[in-house]
């Protein structure tokens, strides 16, 4: 082969070919790192379309659960414990939308870790979507409290009127003034009343009952308390004029028993002595 002598045409079209070659490897480089960062801008922006796609539609669904979550069944006092399971199976189907939520925010950190071009905004949408979720499930929870609160009063009055009605059903018995016309009808009442006895104080249990409720609630800072307190007051109050009624009826039964026994024994010395 003939040597190329520098200089020389043929030396200078290679030298020519060569520094084609390069230009043409760099502009190929350059319109490959130019069509890379294209596709990864328009990935960028497609990823940051459909973010804000999951975004808007998390905010829809979040807010429509908030609006349920706000409303004020509780006030209603029929049917709560039907409202409480059905808010269970409510905070079960918020429950299970958390890794949705856990999902869009890992989505979003990792576009701002690769430093997307929207993470600014990326950002912003983040907080705006965990305050509104902190929101519903404060909502939520709000209304479980209050529906319990609810639940726990009715059942306090319920219990209490059950009792005030049986105490006042009792009051009528310890106040008769029937004493009997002869001994053996006051020993009858005298028996009768002492079963009358045995069952206020079997029934005692239901006032301690209802008196631990009371209290329990009072600790628990229920929101009716001050309610819960005062029908308290007035069924212990009840409860006292009760037993202070049968003890005086108990008390007259026994004069009556006495003036009978002294009628009978007079009856009885009078017929002897004739």
Do not use: C
Request: proline content about 1%; cysteine-free; glycine content about 2%.
């Amino acid at each position: 082969m003939a040597e190329q002598t520098p200089g020389s045409p043929r030396q200078d079209s290679v030298d020519s070919i060569r520094v084609t070659r390069t230009e043409v490897l760099e502009r190929y480089e350059e319109f490959k790192d130019a069509a890379r960062k294209r596709k990864d801008k328009l990935e960028n922006a497609r990823k940051f379309q459909q973010f804000k796609r999951d975004a808007d539609e998390l905010e829809a669904w979040v807010n429509e659960k908030t609006r349920i979550a706000s409303d004020e069944s509780y006030k209603d006092r029929a049917n709560l414990q039907a409202k409480i399971q059905k808010h269970q199976a409510f905070e079960a189907e918020v429950a299970a939308h958390e890794n949705s939520i856990a999902s869009f925010q890992n989505t979003g950190k990792a576009m701002i870790a690769y430093n997307h071009f929207a993470r600014e905004a990326i950002q912003a949408r983040l907080d705006e979507i965990s305050s509104l979720w902190r929101s519903l499930l404060e909502t939520s929870g709000d209304k479980r409290q209050k529906l319990q609160d609810a639940q726990k009063r009715e059942e306090f009055m319920r219990e209490a009127d059950e009792v005030a009605a049986w105490i006042s059903d009792r009051k009528a018995v310890a106040s008769s003034d029937e004493m009997g016309k002869d001994l053996e009808y006051v020993e009858m009442l005298q028996k009768n009343f002492d079963d009358f006895l045995k069952d206020l104080q079997a029934n005692e249990a239901s006032i301690s009952s209802i008196n631990k409720l009371a209290e329990q609630l009072v600790e628990e800072n229920h929101p009716d308390a001050e309610l819960i307190g005062m029908r308290q007051e007035a069924l212990n109050q009840a409860w006292k004029d009760l037993k202070g009624l049968a003890q005086l009826r108990q008390e007259k039964l026994m004069g009556a028993h006495e003036i009978q026994k002294f009628n009978r024994e007079a009856d009885e010395t009078k017929s002897w002595m004739n």
